[in-house]
């Protein structure tokens, strides 16, 4: 079981920043891929951003040069959100997927709410 806290939202105007942190109960290096997703009002949750345990990155095209996922040490996700608008507004999860195959199993944190306003 892997058990997940965000943290670091909140409201910001349009071109500001913000950085959400990721706490992890396990050593996040055991972890296949660390992701942050996010949930705007009536849409689907979609994938932000996310590191693998060999440190490659990966983002959507809409945060892309704005946005740097990162890790500090064994247990802690950041992501490092910088030119904020107001599309980058919803409910922010961490996520940590592990692969066992042929299964997947997904661990979710509670979210962290930002808002960005123009």
């Known amino acids: 079981q892997v058990q997940l806290v965000e943290s670091g939202g909140g409201l910001v105007q349009a071109g500001g920043s913000l950085r959400l942190s990721c706490a992890a109960s396990?050593?996040?290096?055991?972890?296949?891929?660390m992701g942050w997703y996010r949930q705007a009002p009536g849409k689907q949750r979609e994938l932000v951003a996310a590191?693998?345990?060999?440190?490659?990155k990966n983002y959507d095209d809409s945060v892309k040069g704005r946005f740097t996922i990162s890790r500090d040490n064994a247990k802690t996700v950041f992501l490092q959100m910088n030119g904020l608008k107001p599309e980058d507004t919803g409910v922010y999860y961490c996520?940590?997927?592990?692969?066992?195959?042929?299964?997947?199993?997904?661990?979710w944190g509670q979210g962290t709410q930002v808002t960005v306003s123009s």
């Open positions: 590191i693998t345990s060999g440190g490659t």
């Open positions: 396990v050593n996040i290096f055991s972890i296949d891929i």
């Open positions: 996520n940590a997927k592990r692969v066992v195959p042929p299964n997947t199993y997904d661990y």
